[in-house]
Antibody, heavy 119, light 107 residues
Framework: QVQLQESGPGLVKPSETLSLTCNVS??????????WYWIRQPPGKTLEWIGY???????GYNPSLKSRVTISIDTSKNQFSLQLRAVTAADTALYYC???????????WGQGTLVTVSS | EIVLTQSPGTLSLSPGERATLSCRAS??????LAWYQQKPGQAPRLLIY???HRATGIPARFSGSGSGTDFTLTISSLEPEDFAVYYC?????????FGGGTRVEIK
């Protein structure tokens, strides 16, 4: 069973770049079985998918964030990463990584990491 | 973008009661709809996928139904651990979207 764990700074200054990593265990980020996603949840609000990366590195991004987002993969460390540039207070959220496998739905999820954007 | 509207926003029920949660899509999503449960301080957990299929380890008291634009999650008899927020999500369109959530609280 795949397990996911997010890591990264909990505080980022406005206009800087948010960088998070998702460590994958129990499966390979190189697998053709899974898509690897980032999803976020602002405090008290619903969920929003940010983007995904698949296999050799093909990516897809939510159009609302596309201009500021890069998702990359590191097969040697079995992890994938999120970079969100030029952050503002509106980017404060719980950030989750999740996998999409055979059933084509988000399962499982990482535990989530809170990122606050503040000076 | 397909908008998912969940109702009610909050459902106040007692353990043992039946819970009926609704998710309405702004356009047809066929049966490409899932339900997730989120407890405080935890990540969402997949409950139901493709409208009516229970995910691994999900108890039989959870069931899903519907098609097109109207979907229902039913919890036949609420257990104490079922009080949580429930989200629906569609994957009919490339732009995946979630509903706003329904909170099931203890009455």
């Amino acid at each position: 069973q795949v397990q996911l764990q997010e890591s990264g700074p909990g505080l980022v200054k406005p206009s800087e770049t948010l960088s998070l990593t998702c460590n994958v265990s129990g499966g390979s980020v190189s697998s053709t079985t899974y898509y690897w996603y980032w999803i976020r949840q602002p405090p008290g609000k619903t969920l929003e998918w940010i983007g995904y990366i698949y296999n050799s590195g093909s990516t897809g991004y939510n159009p609302s964030l596309k201009s500021r987002v890069t998702i990359s993969i590191d097969t040697s460390k079995n992890q994938f990463s999120l970079q969100l540039r030029a952050v503002t207070a509106a980017d404060t959220a719980l950030y989750y990584c999740a996998s999409v496998g055979h059933n084509m739905w988000f399962d499982p999820w990482g535990q989530g990491t809170l990122v606050t954007v503040s000076s | 973008e397909i908008v998912l509207t969940q109702s009610p926003g909050t459902l106040s029920l007692s353990p043992g009661e039946r819970a009926t949660l609704s998710c309405r899509a702004s356009q047809s999503v066929s049966t490409y709809l899932a339900w997730y449960q989120q407890k405080p301080g935890q990540a969402p957990r997949l409950l139901i996928y493709d409208t009516s299929h229970r995910a691994t380890g999900i108890p039989a008291r959870f069931s899903g139904s519907g098609s097109g634009t109207d979907f229902t999650l039913t919890i036949s008899s609420l257990e104490p651990e079922d009080f949580a927020v429930y989200y629906c999500q569609q994957r009919s369109a490339w732009l995946l979207t979630f509903g706003g959530g329904t909170r099931v609280e203890i009455k």
